[in-house]
């Protein structure tokens, strides 16, 4: 199958500082890609759409200023936190579905974001 | 997209098959059935999905009922490295950015020495 990669893994940060997560699609194009956040003992919440090209579709209640979304390649999407908060402390994951037509979605490893 | 039922948990021993079921009442025609699983800190798996034949691939089997209303997802050989949240999802395959997953609770899979 096809490979989603996620950078960083783990991320700890300070109180009002500003985290960024890289998507890469390794050995695919993607037009779309996914954020999704899952907080401990729970499912997984999509957060956002991630269009290239274009601006993000947010999911109600996610803050579009906060969690910032930018899709430059068919290979790359960024999710940055702004001005995190221990509450955004949170395990996030990308996925991204191939061009070519598989039907499946990929998903990356996830990074654990840790704000103290 | 329609809604499933999966039990929170369930175990299974070493070697043994592990039969995970999935209700699906109210899909419609044109939604597949889509099985993943997430292993612990981990980002989720495709493992199989299917419309209404039965699919075997190297991982697993999804056995849908003719009504299409439940399926279960069969892996023939239960290992330790299968313990995992298995989802059990339903959409239609529509492409592009309309292809979202909406995730449940899933199952619990323990599978014991």
């Known amino acids: 199958g096809a490979v989603v990669s996620q950078h960083p893994s783990r991320v700890i940060c300070k109180s009002g500082t500003s985290v960024k997560i890289e998507c890469r699609s390794l050995?695919?194009?993607?037009?779309?890609m996914f954020w999704y956040r899952q907080f401990p003992k729970q499912s997984l919440m999509l957060m956002a759409t991630?269009?290239?090209?274009?601006?993000?579709?947010?999911e109600q209640g996610v803050e579009k200023d906060k969690f910032l979304i930018n899709h430059a390649s068919l290979t790359l999407s960024t999710l940055t936190v702004t001005s995190a908060h221990p509450e955004d402390s949170s395990f996030y994951i990308c996925?991204?579905?191939?061009?070519?037509?598989?039907?499946?979605?990929?998903f990356g490893q996830g990074t654990r974001l840790t704000v103290v | 997209d329609a809604k499933t039922t999966q039990p929170p948990s369930m175990d299974c021993a070493e070697g043994r098959a592990a039969n995970l079921p999935c209700n699906h009442s109210t899909i419609s025609g044109n939604e597949y059935v889509y099985w993943y699983r997430q292993i612990h800190s981990q980002g989720p798996q495709y493992i199989i999905h299917?419309?209404?034949n039965n699919e075997t691939n190297e991982m697993a089997s999804l056995i849908i009922t003719e009504d299409r209303k439940s399926s279960t997802l069969i892996l023939p050989h239960a290992t330790l490295r299968d313990t995992a949240v298995y989802y059990c999802?339903?959409?239609?395959?529509?492409?592009?950015?309309?292809?979202?997953?909406?995730f449940g609770k899933g199952t619990l899979l323990t599978v014991n020495p």
């Open positions: 999802i339903v959409r239609v395959d529509s492409g592009g950015s309309n292809y979202k997953l909406t």
């Open positions: 299917g419309l209404k």
């Open positions: 050995d695919f194009q993607a037009t779309t």
């Open positions: 991630s269009n290239e090209g274009s601006k993000a579709t947010y």
């Open positions: 996925s991204a579905r191939d061009l070519r037509g598989y039907s499946e979605a990929f």
